[in-house]
């Protein structure tokens, strides 16, 4: 394809004839390169809150990059609110307070985890169910309607489905409308899913598709309430959906809990 293109460049005839091909950026995004480097450590806690940062001229000795580069990459993390500047002082990691939304995927493995994202899933996605129902486009439906047969067909094979139940809900949260809905979803990623994040003593392999069943039976209310264009139908069935999970894992929770002897 690209020699097709470049036979159809040559053959332009007349002046100027190269002016509407654009100069290509390199490959690699340095500026991004290092923004990512210094945030994933401090995210990672290994340069905590206060923490000064190197100057431009380390910086720029370590990583390799030219001063243009590592100011680009200051003023980004300064944007995202990682990063504070003092004046005449330096660049320092901001304080935890002043740090933007942050959920640790890594240690979404206990209860009280999973049960603090559930219960933002339910503030979050009751309500852009209600507007998927009110906006959703012929082809938005269709998405959402495709993923529910992914789904039935991951449990058919005898899956967890959890791919397939983060695409479902991704689709609903993207016929809302609003793009902050699919953004926190994506954000938060497949661990939305608990039966992703917690492995539980689920019985027999029979209950545990009983148990996906009556999941996807609670998924296709919410699509045919989306179809329908009932936003108040939408709304009961994604709150029902949520909060019947939500039980479950209060309850896992309940018996996990340490008891006084």
Same mark, same amino acid.
């Given at each position: 394809?690209?020699?097709?293109?470049?036979?159809?460049?040559?053959?332009?005839?007349?002046?100027?004839?190269?002016?509407?091909?654009?100069? #290509?950026?390199?490959?690699?995004?340095?500026?991004?390169? %290092?923004?990512?480097? $210094?945030?994933?450590? $401090?995210?990672?806690?290994?340069?905590? *809150?206060?923490?000064?940062? *190197?100057?431009?001229?380390?910086?720029?000795?370590?990583?390799?990059?030219?001063?243009?580069?590592?100011?680009?990459? $200051?003023?980004? #993390?300064?944007?995202?609110?990682?990063?504070?500047?003092?004046?005449?002082?330096? %660049?320092?990691?901001?304080?935890?307070?002043?740090? *933007?939304?942050?959920?640790?995927?890594?240690?979404?493995?206990?209860?009280?985890?999973?049960?603090?994202?559930?219960?933002?899933?339910?503030?979050?996605?009751?309500?852009?169910?209600?507007?998927?129902?009110?906006?959703?486009?012929?082809?938005?439906?269709?998405?959402?309607?495709?993923?529910?047969?992914?789904?039935?067909?991951?449990?058919?094979?005898?899956?967890?489905?959890?791919?397939?139940?983060?695409?479902?809900?991704?689709?609903?949260?993207?016929?809302?409308?609003?793009?902050?809905?699919?953004?926190?979803?994506?954000?938060?990623?497949?661990?939305? $899913? *608990?039966?992703?994040?917690?492995?539980?003593? !689920?019985?027999?392999?029979?209950?545990?598709?009983?148990?996906?069943?009556?999941?996807?039976?609670?998924?296709?209310?919410?699509?045919?309430?989306?179809?329908?264009?009932?936003?108040?139908?939408?709304?009961?069935?994604?709150?029902?959906?949520?909060?019947?999970?939500?039980?479950?894992?209060?309850?896992?929770?309940?018996?996990? !809990?340490?008891?006084?002897?």
């Amino acid at each position: 394809m690209m020699t097709r293109q470049l036979e159809n460049v040559s053959s332009t005839k007349g002046g100027g004839k190269l002016a509407f091909l654009r100069r #290509l950026r390199p490959v690699r995004n340095l500026t991004l390169e %290092v923004v990512e480097q $210094i945030a994933n450590e $401090i995210r990672s806690g290994n340069l905590g *809150p206060g923490t000064r940062l *190197p100057t431009e001229h380390e910086l720029m000795s370590a990583l390799g990059v030219s001063r243009t580069v590592i100011r680009e990459a $200051i003023a980004a #993390l300064r944007a995202e609110g990682l990063v504070i500047s003092r004046q005449g002082s330096g %660049v320092y990691v901001a304080d935890e307070s002043r740090l *933007p939304l942050r959920i640790s995927l890594e240690g979404m493995s206990s209860l009280e985890d999973i049960l603090h994202v559930m219960e933002l899933r339910l503030a979050i996605e009751v309500e852009a169910a209600a507007l998927a129902a009110e906006r959703a486009t012929a082809e938005q439906v269709s998405s959402i309607e495709e993923a529910l047969s992914d789904i039935e067909f991951a449990i058919s094979k005898g899956e967890h489905a959890v791919n397939e139940d983060f695409a479902f809900h991704s689709a609903v949260a993207a016929a809302s409308g609003n793009p902050k809905f699919i953004k926190m979803l994506e954000f938060l990623g497949r661990h939305i $899913i *608990p039966r992703q994040s917690i492995r539980t003593s !689920a019985g027999t392999l029979e209950q545990q598709q009983q148990y996906l069943r009556r999941i996807q039976s609670e998924h296709s209310r919410i699509s045919a309430a989306i179809r329908s264009k009932d936003a108040a139908g939408a709304r009961r069935a994604m709150r029902g959906h949520l909060s019947r999970s939500l039980s479950r894992y209060r309850r896992l929770a309940e018996h996990s !809990a340490p008891r006084d002897a």
